[in-house]
Structures are given as C-alpha cells and as structure tokens.
C-alpha cells in the first residue's frame, strides 16, 4: 500500500509540473525510485539537489523530533543518496536552510 501510495504521489508531481507548475519536491529515495522520478519528468528542467549532512547531525536532529523513530536516520545514511547523481548537493550541518536555497538559486539561476 505504501509503495502505491508513493509512486502516485510522483505521478502526481509530474502532472502538477504538466500544469506548468514550478515544483521543489523533498523525497526520501532509498529503492531506485530517483528513475521513475527522472522518466516522469523527462520533459521538464529537472534539478537534483542531495541535501545531505553527517550521520551524527542526523541523529542529533532526529533524538530532537518526536516523529521520528530511533535508528530512522542511520538506515537512512546507508541508502538515501546511494547511486544518485546530483546537480549540486548542499551540507546542512555547515550552511543554514536560507544559505541552501541561496546555493540552489544561484546554481540553478532561478
């Protein structure tokens, strides 16, 4: 049901973006599914941007949320960016979020 549920929700996106409209999409990648992403929006300026940070960080921020279960970041370290190509990658353990999205507006020119 979940994988179901995730892969409409690209379909989603991709018909959201057939609308003409501009889209920044936060996912959790961790089973290939960055090629149904990339197939899906052949048609349109697609920008892959890893936002990434290290394992400690992650379960620093992770101890801190009450969404979260615990060991959640670390099997996510292992898979998350595994055989992704990103445009730009961007460490949020070293640049605030507005330093991020600065990085991708001027990489991007958007």
Not at 19 to 25: A, D, W
Not at 34 to 57: K, T
Not at 95 to 100: A, N, Y
Request: hydrophobic content about 45%; aromatic content about 6%; overall charge negative.
């Amino acid at each position: 049901m979940g994988e179901k549920t995730l892969r409409g929700m690209r379909h989603a996106v991709a018909a959201m973006a057939g609308q003409g409209n501009n889209l920044i999409v936060d996912d959790v990648l961790c089973n290939g599914e960055i090629q149904e992403y990339i197939d899906l929006l052949s048609d349109f300026d697609l920008h892959l941007v890893g936002v990434m940070a290290p394992l400690n960080v992650l379960e620093a921020r992770e101890a801190l949320r009450a969404d979260r279960l615990p060991g959640l970041a670390r099997w996510q370290f292992e898979r998350v960016h595994e055989g992704i190509r990103y445009d730009l990658e961007v460490d949020t353990s070293v640049h605030s979020p507005l330093e991020c999205a600065r990085r991708i507006q001027l990489r991007f020119q958007l």
